[in-house]
């Protein structure tokens, strides 16, 4: 559930009017609920409370929605930060998240961000290759220091989502195969600077069926049992984020936290390891919107198009991943027609939706995609010279600009000219 209704014929977020914030801040403009960003936390933390030895860390998934006004709320719940860059370390720091609670994922972490991560002395390292092991082991033992680590294990495993947000496939890129993993355990726990401490895996992105996550802890589970017969101290295990949120009120509903937190219950039994859970889109993604302006209706072949002033530059998982986004109008007018909804940017992929029956919109209407909170400005660009998109967050009757609009002499003055480009 969301705080995005209707009240008066008007839009809001919370108790701001969506009309009132686009005249204060213009369009495009995302915007968050803080109400429901703590919901969702809340119903996520609740349905794994109790699981695994210990209360389990929830460690948010940084790069669903980095903005550290988001990184900083969810800190005060007792979120973690599930990390893929120093960039997004140094985020989730800024925004208070305690070291021990940060786990460092991604296949090409480098030298440097290894050393800023053990300097800054985060929870656990999810490493993707012996080769990352070998060189993490390096830094550690040079800087004198332990780094905790765990194998994100690949399980082979198809995750019936997206192709491109599905990762624990063999084929994929992520993770050590999971019939070389008692392997490569036994090599990595040779190696000085490094502290075995876990298992990790992560199927995918919008799940919208457990079992393939059960297939997966399931295979995890056996790992766990394994490593620990030849001598491992495994203590965590990481599950990972994925489930999925509803994007379109047609289809059905993914499945809910609760049947979520209930499966790991069960395969999980007996694992006697702390959980680490990395949840993104479900915290985030139903809790922000993407508010843009109809610049004008141009008649098409059959369907009108509704030109917006968001682009696939400000919004790009339709673009990238084919992704269904819910749109209404802020002010509707009581009745509906089909229209494709396509952006300003000169690509024919600036299209949001194709023969989509909406609220019928005119020139200077407002437009709501639903379902945007997460991976959505952090995707952004600045292609076709379209400065970022600002990002406000809600909190009741009160707003704040929680990233301000870029300007375009900001973007532009980025740009060094050479003095042999205009002798
Ligand atoms: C992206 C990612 C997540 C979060 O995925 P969601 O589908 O947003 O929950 C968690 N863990 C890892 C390693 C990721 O890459």
Same mark, same amino acid.
């Given at each position: 559930?969301d ?11 919370e ?11 213009g ?6 609920s ?6 969702h ?25 980095? =903005? ?15 990390v893929?860059?120093?960039g997004e ?15 460092f ?20 390292? =999810?490493?993707?290759?012996e ?13 004198g220091?332990?780094?905790p ?18 990762t ?16 490569? %355990? ?10 075995v ?21 399931a295979?995890?589970?056996a790992? /766990?049992?394994?490593l ?14 994925g489930?999925?949120v509803? %994007? ?9 936290p609760?049947?979520?937190g ?34 004008? /209706? ?20 339709p ?20 229209? =494709? ?33 997460? %991976?959505?400005a ?15 967050l809600? =909190? ?28």
């Open positions: 559930m705080h995005f209704t209707l009240r008066d014929g008007v839009l809001h977020a108790d701001v009017s969506l009309v009132r914030l686009a005249e204060a801040v369009t495009p403009a995302y915007v968050y803080t109400a429901t960003i703590r919901r936390a809340r119903v996520f933390a609740d349905a794994v409370a109790g699981l695994g030895r210990g209360a389990p860390l929830i460690a948010f998934a940084v790069k669903a929605n980095p =903005n550290v006004a988001v990184l900083s709320l969810l800190a005060g719940l007792g979120y973690g930060a599930d893929v860059s120093g370390l140094r985020r989730a720091r800024r925004a208070g998240i305690a070291p021990e609670k940060i786990v994922s991604g296949v090409g972490k480098t030298e440097a961000e290894m050393a800023f991560a053990l300097e800054e002395g985060i929870g656990q390292f =999810n490493l993707e290759s080769e990352e092991a070998a060189l993490l082991s390096q830094v550690a033992s040079r800087m220091r332990t780094a680590v765990a194998f994100r294990v690949n399980p082979d495993v198809d995750a019936g989502t997206h192709a491109k947000i599905s624990g496939r063999s084929e994929n890129k992520f993770g050590i195969p999971y019939d070389s993993a008692p392997a490569a %355990y036994a090599r990595v726990a040779a190696l000085p600077g490094l502290a401490r876990g298992v990790a895996v992560h199927i995918g992105s919008q799940l919208t069926d457990l079992a393939p996550l059960e297939r997966a802890f295979k995890i589970g790992l /766990v049992a394994a620990r017969a030849d001598g491992h101290a495994i203590a965590y295990a990481d599950l990972g984020g489930l999925g509803p %994007y379109d009120p047609d289809r059905p509903a993914p499945p809910s609760a049947a979520y209930a499966m790991v219950a069960r395969v999980t039994q007996g694992w006697d390891v702390q959980l680490l859970f990395e949840p993104g889109r479900l915290i985030v993604g139903n809790a922000g919107i993407l508010l843009t302006r109809v610049i004008r /209706v141009k008649p098409g072949a059959s369907t009108p198009f509704v030109i917006v002033d968001a682009g696939m530059n400000d919004l790009m998982r673009a990238l991943y084919d992704a269904w986004h819910a749109m209404r109008a802020v002010t509707p007018r009581g009745d509906l027609f089909s229209a =494709n909804i396509v952006g300003p940017v000169c690509e024919t992929g600036d299209t949001f939706a194709t023969e989509r029956r909406m609220d019928r919109v005119e020139g200077g209407d407002l437009v709501a995609f639903l379902t945007a909170g997460a %991976y959505g952090t995707m952004a660009s600045t292609y076709n010279s379209r400065p970022l998109t600002p990002e406000i809600v =909190n009741g009757p009160e707003w704040a600009t929680i990233r301000a609009r870029q300007t375009i002499e900001a973007l532009i003055d980025a740009d060094i000219m050479p003095q042999w480009t205009h002798p």
